[in-house]
Every structure is written in structure tokens, then in C-alpha cells.
């Protein structure tokens, strides 16, 4: 036998999420986890570390959100090798609402944690964004000139975007939002000030990063079309469904963005075009 030693670093985000371990259990487990039989280990406080004993075997080990909303996206997964020596983990809940505030372990290499947190992390936001959207979509006042499709200019602080009368849009969590019925279009912003080492990159160099933290699976490539620079991929959403996103990066002088446009899987040959149009419109002030 050997023990696990894993510890919750003490952080404000996420400080009042329960947590809970779970470790794959072939003969014992009860709940199924990514297609894993695992048993509960117990909760996992906020600056908080907790013991427990475990085979020689390679194992499994989830911590997660006890919420039913937000256990699919919020916690992670890592994969313990086989051995007889004692292991010790530790990490945090960073700083995400959009995803709230999830757990991840620190100091993971392993590409198999890494591809998790990508889908996982693209559920969370699919789930962020489709609320964000219902509520504009319900929220929307049906005018006379909706009938009619016009370009429309929506400008924020930090850039400009044209789209046409069909989207309405959303601010929250420090994400931009904007919907139609047919697809939506979100606007993350990484300002340099917040992160120094991402001024001096590329596309391709801050996807690499991107990849690294699992916002992309390892996979993810940038495409060059039409003096853009985008990743396009399909994610599975919090409701199963798979849905199609061309995420465009624009650099400019303060900050990095990134405007992700996303529809269904059946629109996306149809709808393109008429992202690459868009993403052309947009001016970063």
C-alpha cells in the first residue's frame, strides 16, 4: 500500500465550492466518472489536506464540484502512475467564472489531464454562453426594423465589431456575448498587463500556451485565411451536443484577443463565410 497526500491550496476563487475526491475503484466504486467506476473518497476544503491509502496500481483520481450543475466542468482529473512510493498532489481553484472557478492540479504534463480540462473547459463555456444567449435572445424587444437585416457596429472599450441587426449583446464575467438564433460569437480578452509573457507571442505562440492550460486540445492548429488567424474545432457542450467554432486571435497594442464564433455542427459550412466577414470588421483600439 502507499498513501496520497493531496492539498487544496487556500485561494479566494472558488473559497466556498465544496469539493470532493474521488479515486477509481475497479471492485468497490459505485459512481462512474468518465466512464470510470471510482468511490468517494471525502470532501477537500479550502487550505486543506487530506490522507488516504491506495494500491500499487495506477489509479485515477477526480476532484470535483459538488454541484450537479457544475461538477461536469468544474474540478479535473489525474492519472497516478503505478508504484509503491507515497505521491503527493497539490492544487487550487483558479480564477474563472466563466467556468467557476474550477480546481486544477498543479505542475500536470501529461497530455491526458490536459485533453480533459480542453473539453471540459469548452463545456463550461458552452454552457456560459448558451445561458448568456437565452437570456438575450428572450430578452430581445422585436422592432420594426428587425425584419430587415443591416449590418450593426456593437463597440466596446477595447474593439469594434460589425455583425448585423440579428445579434444582441451581453456583458458578464468579463466576457463579451454576442447572439442570434442561429449562432453566438463570445470575446475573451488577455490583457498584457495581467499576463507580461504573452505580449512578445504570436497566434501560434499564445495557442501553445492556450494548449498548455487546456483551453485547446493538443491537436488545435492555427488556420490563415483572409489575413486571419484561427483555430477551428468542434466541443462537445454541457448538453452533449456538439457544436462548431472558428476562435480568431487578434493581437493588438494592450491586450490579446480572442473572438470565438460558434453555431451548430450542421450551420458551420453555411456560416463560414460570414464569420470570416465579421472577424474582417473588427478594430482594436
Not at 17 to 29: C, F, H, M, N, P
Not at 138 to 153: H, R, T, Y
Not at 164 to 185: A, H, L, P, R, W
Not at 193 to 217: K, N, P, R, W, Y
Request: hydrophobic residues 40%; proline residues 2%; contains cysteine.
Amino acid at each position: 500500500m502507499r498513501r496520497v497526500y493531496l492539498t487544496r491550496e487556500k485561494r479566494f476563487a472558488g473559497c466556498f465550492t465544496v469539493l470532493q475526491v474521488y479515486i477509481e475503484d475497479q471492485a468497490r466504486g459505485n459512481v462512474d466518472l468518465d466512464g470510470i467506476p471510482c468511490r468517494l473518497i471525502g470532501d477537500l476544503a479550502n487550505g486543506e489536506t487530506i490522507d488516504f491509502a491506495i494500491s500499487e496500481e495506477a489509479r485515477h483520481l477526480f476532484v470535483i464540484c459538488e454541484s450537479k450543475v457544475m461538477k461536469n466542468y468544474c474540478g479535473d482529473k489525474i492519472f497516478i502512475s503505478p508504484g509503491d512510493t507515497d505521491v503527493e498532489l497539490v492544487g487550487k481553484n483558479i480564477y474563472n467564472p466563466g467556468l467557476g472557478n474550477p480546481f486544477r492540479f498543479n505542475g500536470v504534463t501529461d497530455e491526458e489531464t490536459l485533453s480533459n480540462r480542453a473539453r471540459e473547459n469548452r463545456k463550461g463555456l458552452a454552457l456560459t454562453a448558451a445561458a448568456v444567449i437565452i437570456g438575450i435572445v428572450f430578452g430581445a424587444i422585436i422592432s420594426a426594423d428587425s425584419l430587415f437585416v443591416q449590418p450593426k457596429s456593437f463597440i466596446s472599450d477595447g474593439f469594434e465589431i460589425t455583425l448585423t441587426t440579428n445579434f444582441s449583446d451581453k456583458y458578464e464575467d468579463g466576457v463579451y456575448y454576442f447572439g442570434s438564433k442561429d449562432c453566438s460569437v463570445a470575446v475573451y480578452e488577455y490583457g498584457y498587463a495581467d499576463h507580461v509573457t504573452i505580449e512578445a507571442m504570436d497566434a501560434e505562440q499564445f495557442l501553445g500556451v492556450l494548449q498548455s492550460s487546456g483551453h485547446f486540445a493538443k491537436e488545435a492548429h492555427i488556420v490563415s485565411e483572409s489575413g486571419l488567424f484561427f483555430v477551428e474545432d468542434q466541443a462537445e457542450s454541457n448538453s452533449g451536443d456538439i457544436r462548431s467554432y472558428m476562435t480568431v486571435f487578434v493581437k493588438g497594442d494592450e491586450s490579446f484577443f480572442l473572438f470565438e464564433f460558434g453555431c451548430e455542427v450542421k450551420d458551420y459550412s453555411e456560416l463560414r463565410s460570414d464569420f470570416i466577414d465579421w472577424a474582417s470588421t473588427i478594430k482594436i483600439k
